[in-house]
């Protein structure tokens, strides 16, 4: 009896897994806390504030903490990497966002400082990794390009201080068309990044070594755009922009720690898989076309995508307004895949996913469509943060949910021997209550 019910237990809990999304936080456009109230004015004058060009493409969480990404499109958008609280504060569910780490950190043409940011990936260890592409201004023709692609490594335990600043050389990702989309970590091999660039004449797949301090690019056919499936209509608005490789998620690490790593070009109906050892090992990624798996047609184009440390992959389905998911372990793609939310009012245009400590799926969405089209309208809600409880941890974690060793990253050898002389005299003064007691 005890054995049917567990089994019982188990069917249900995997067909019901998909409580629906609920609208967790909307906003109109986006607005800051700004140093002071002269501070916004001037900003507004000079129009390095502009409401409608402030679009967010990207959530990570951690803590209490949702952290988004602000990318810079077009001008006037004064913060790119931003946080506020993950449960709304008074039922403010538009709150001004705050800039992370700190307002010094957004200053534009300052290449220590934040340039474009549209992904960041947080791991279990509260190390932020965010991806900025170095230009601002993208989407207009008078593009500012000042500062190298790079990867940045936050401690969010330590305010936001910087760990790590690598800027890509210049035949990994090109300053001047190089647009750094997306990124997935893996703890395996004292630390690896899986980055999307979504450059136009070299799509393909950045892979860095955070323990060697190296980066290099995989690029195949498979990660180009597709002709067939640049075009796309979502509320009676054309997309008609080809975009190449764009989502990316990673697979859990199986016993002998090994991944999978599945993408797919906006432009394209087809998800591909690739084991990381073929992106890891320079003989095999020469011959990466005989290790590159088609998962499958899906109904429609897909920006970000997620995978869970059951191996769940979500994505999301455009020209739809859905999430969908698909059981890897499952080896049917075609027929496993199962949209288990669509609303064509809440969730235009789903870009990217994050886990929270609780278990929870969260998914933002963002209208790129009116944006891209110069249709967004700052009076109704175009950005929304919506989460469904799915039981489930990110790719991150391993499928019995515990945590995998993670390397350590330590910053300039100054900040390193502070921080160990506090955690040393914290030590000793706990060591010297306890005698004295
Ligand atoms: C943005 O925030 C500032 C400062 O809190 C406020 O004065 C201003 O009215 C807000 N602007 C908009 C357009 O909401
Ligand atoms: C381009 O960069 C310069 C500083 O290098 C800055 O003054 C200017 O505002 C930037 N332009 C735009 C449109 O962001
Ligand atoms: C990693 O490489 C970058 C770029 O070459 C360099 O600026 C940085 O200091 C290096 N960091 C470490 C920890 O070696
Ligand atoms: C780092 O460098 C070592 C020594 O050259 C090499 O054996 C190892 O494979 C490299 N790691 C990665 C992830 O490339
Ligand atoms: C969870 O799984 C990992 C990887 O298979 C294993 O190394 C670890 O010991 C497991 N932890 C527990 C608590 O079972
Ligand atoms: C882990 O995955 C790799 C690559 O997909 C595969 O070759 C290997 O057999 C798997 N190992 C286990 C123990 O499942």
Known sequence: ???????????????????????????????????????????????????????????KLWKDKMYLTIPRYRNGVPVTLAVTSSTPINGQTAPKLEPYPNWDMQRIGDCSAFQ???????DPKGRMWVLDTGRSTTMTF????????????????????????????????????????????????????????????????????????????????????????IGFIIEQTRVTQS????????????????????????????????????????????????????????????????MSNTGILYFGLLADDAVSMWDSKNPSFVTGQ??????????????????????????????????LDNSLNIEKPNFRAIMARVNMKSYQYFENGSSPELPTITAGVNSFSSHKELTIASLLTLLMVFIMH
């Open 1 to 59: 009896m005890l054995m049917y019910l567990i089994i019982f237990g188990a069917l249900v809990s995997t067909t019901i897994a998909h409580e629906p999304f609920i609208v967790q936080f909307q906003w109109n456009y986006l607005n800051y806390t700004w140093p002071s109230e002269e501070a916004y004015l001037k900003a507004d004058k000079d129009e390095s504030y502009v409401e409608k060009n402030n679009i967010i493409t990207g959530i």
């Open 116 to 122: 474009f940011v549209q992904s960041i990936e947080i």
């Open 142 to 229: 008078n593009m500012n390009t000042s500062c190298s692609p790079r990867l940045v490594i936050l401690d969010i335990k330590n305010r936001g201080s910087v760990l790590r600043s690598y800027p890509f050389p210049i035949e990994v990702a090109h300053p001047e068309s190089a647009f750094l989309n997306d990124i997935v970590i893996d703890h395996e091999d004292g630390g690896i990044a899986y980055i999307v660039d979504s450059d136009d004449k070299n799509p393909g797949i950045i892979v860095f070594s955070l323990q060697n301090n190296t980066s290099w690019k995989v690029s195949h056919e498979s990660m180009k755009a597709k002709p067939d499936a």
């Open 243 to 306: 975009t190449p490789i764009n989502g990316i998620a990673l697979s859990p690490a199986n016993t002998s720690g090994d991944r999978t790593l599945y993408y797919t070009p906006l432009s394209s109906f087809n998800i591909f898989a690739v084991p990381t050892k073929v992106l890891k090992s320079e003989s095999l990624r020469d011959n990466i076309g005989q290790y590159i798996r088609v998962l499958g047609r899906k109904p429609s184009q897909t920006d970000g995508m997620m």
């Open 338 to 371: 199962r949209i288990i939310s669509r609303d064509h009012h809440l969730m235009q245009w789903p870009t990217s996913f994050a886990f929270d400590e609780r278990d929870q799926l969260w998914c933002i969405t963002n209208r790129l469509h009116t944006f």
